[in-house]
């Protein structure tokens, strides 16, 4: 007589947020799409609850009473092992965003949200950070072949050599990189290093794309790092791992 499969894993979700129209809907979609879901309705909970049962994903939201969301992911990174973290922003707080990504939130995803798009990205952010180590998201330099990158010094190297690029352009490097054998939508891009105010089109993510093939000397028909997927947006190609 076989023995019976081992039953499929389910990640544990701890999801955070003091809406309760949120919370009353979002871990049922969550469960039927083959995670387990706890609710904390602010930071204290949630802390608690990270304590207690250990989640594999944090969903975050940003503004919350008691501790919000930007002190509770301070919290969560003093802490050695590393928690995927994703944050629920409102359209508009670009500070709070950029602020908080910095701090070492792995994505994030501005209200109101697609509960398909957060699972879309819940299962990506399960995917890079399933080892429990610190995510090439928040590593200070990352590195491809003879392309180096570096975060804190906001410089690139190629083959030894400095290479210079605008700070849009090296922002975009710097997410697709963090981000690698991941195709983003041009929409996507322009939202994460453009930000939601900024008045500009879709095509100002094809012109930064074509300044860092020019600055690393990649062939857009052969590429080594960037790569376009048709109608999906850009991909970096490339193995990264930390610097």
Do not use: C, N
Request: aromatic share 4%; glycine share 6%.
């Amino acid at each position: 007589m076989s023995a019976a499969p081992a039953p499929e894993h389910r990640p544990r979700v701890l999801l955070v947020d003091d809406d309760a129209t949120i919370t009353a809907h979002l871990p049922a979609v969550m469960a039927r799409s083959g995670l387990d879901v706890e609710v904390a309705e602010d930071g204290v909970q949630a802390l608690e609850s990270i304590a207690r049962s250990r989640p594999e994903l944090v969903v975050l939201d940003v503004l919350m009473p008691r501790m919000d969301g930007r002190e509770a992911l301070r919290r969560i990174r003093a802490d050695d092992r590393w928690l995927p973290v994703i944050l629920l922003t409102e359209v508009g707080e670009t500070f709070e965003r950029a602020a908080a990504l910095d701090e070492g939130a792995d994505d994030y995803l501005t209200k109101p949200f697609d509960p398909v798009e957060l699972l879309a990205r819940a299962r990506a952010v399960l995917r890079r950070s399933g080892d429990g180590t610190v995510p090439l998201s928040a590593a200070a330099g990352l590195r491809a072949g003879q392309l180096s990158l570096d975060r804190p010094a906001r410089r690139v190297h190629l083959a030894g050599r400095e290479r210079s690029l605008t700070p849009r352009a090296f922002a975009l490097l710097e997410f697709l990189m963090s981000h690698p054998q991941e195709a983003f939508p041009r929409e996507r891009l322009l939202q994460t290093v453009w930000g939601f105010e900024a008045v500009v089109t879709t095509r100002a993510v094809d012109h930064r794309v074509a300044e860092i093939r020019r600055v690393l000397e990649d062939d857009a028909a052969d590429p080594r790092y960037l790569e376009t997927v048709p109608g999906a947006g850009y991909r970096f190609r490339a193995p990264v791992v930390r610097a």
